[in-house]
């Protein structure tokens, strides 16, 4: 099972940008990867998934157009861009691990598939 480190959370300002890592452990190009989040009091939800190769992605509709997730294989990693930060998108980031295509991540479960530990997101007003 592919192991999931991820980097690169902080404390913004809205508008502002930033951009999550994610680092696997093992042969890891071969597998969709993709992004969920966890505010405070809600359920885990879907943010972003990238398919094997890297040219197919799927985005939940209230990132579509401020994030963007791609990878580099090269370096067994994959990243989200997130842009216009807004303080809904304040959460846990998780990232997630499993199959070959992007259905392959939005389907996933919590029993399902690799997950890293997450990293803290804050958005100010």
């Known amino acids: 099972q592919v192991q999931l480190q991820e980097s690169g959370g902080g404390l913004v300002q809205a508008g502002s940008s930033l951009t999550l890592s994610c680092a696997a452990s093992g042969p890891a190009f071969s597998i969709a990867m993709g992004w969920f989040r966890q505010a405070p009091g809600k359920e885990r939800e879907f943010v972003a998934a990238?398919?094997?190769?890297?040219?197919?992605?799927y985005y939940t509709d209230s990132v579509t157009g401020r994030f963007t997730i791609f990878r580099d294989n090269t370096k067994n990693t994959v990243y989200l861009q997130m842009n216009d930060l807004k303080p809904e998108d304040t959460a846990v980031y998780y990232c997630a691990a499993r199959g070959h295509s992007t259905s392959d991540i939005v389907t996933m479960t919590d029993a399902g598939g690799s997950w890293g530990q997450g990293t803290q997101v804050t958005v100010s007003s």
């Open positions: 990238i398919n094997w190769g890297g040219h197919s992605t």
